[in-house]
């Protein structure tokens, strides 16, 4: 049991670095921001925003897209098209950091902060 636990945490913890590089990047390139802890505290809170509002019938995942988009737009300057613009960067990024992770070196691992990866 605790073998679980601690591979669970190690899990989400590497999830959770994944996808706060993606959003790191997508940052760096659309808002000029470098700060590499901002995108994972912001990953964290776009997951829970997900979590909260995805699970809604019908309606759920297009609440929780526009709902994630919104955290960006809080956490990073620019308007709501940049805010877009930073989620698709990012969601771009996960897929190619995931390929590279999952694909070449073999691991099985996913990232925790950006949908649909």
């Given at each position: 049991?605790?073998?679980?636990?601690?591979?669970?945490?190690?899990?989400?913890?590497?999830?959770?670095?994944?996808?706060?590089?993606?959003?790191?990047?997508?940052?760096?390139?659309?808002?000029?921001?470098?700060?590499?802890?901002?995108?994972?505290?912001?990953?964290?809170?776009?997951?829970?925003?997900?979590?909260?509002?995805?699970?809604?019938?019908?309606?759920?995942?297009?609440?929780?897209?526009?709902?994630?988009?919104a955290?960006?737009?809080?956490?990073?300057?620019?308007?709501?098209?940049?805010?877009?613009?930073?989620g698709?960067?990012?969601?771009?990024?996960?897929?190619?950091?995931?390929?590279?992770?999952?694909?070449?070196?073999?691991?099985?691992i996913?990232?925790?902060?950006v949908?649909?990866?």
């Open positions: 049991m605790v073998t679980a636990l601690v591979g669970s945490v190690i899990a989400f913890i590497v999830a959770l670095l994944v996808g706060g590089l993606a959003i790191y990047i997508s940052a760096r390139v659309i808002a000029g921001v470098d700060d590499y802890s901002h995108a994972v505290i912001t990953a964290l809170i776009g997951a829970i925003a997900w979590a909260l509002t995805s699970w809604i019938p019908l309606i759920g995942p297009v609440i929780a897209l526009i709902v994630w988009i955290v960006i737009n809080w956490r990073y300057p620019g308007d709501w098209i940049k805010a877009v613009l930073i698709l960067v990012a969601w771009l990024s996960a897929l190619a950091i995931l390929f590279v992770l999952n694909t070449v070196l073999g691991l099985g996913g990232a925790f902060g949908p649909g990866v």
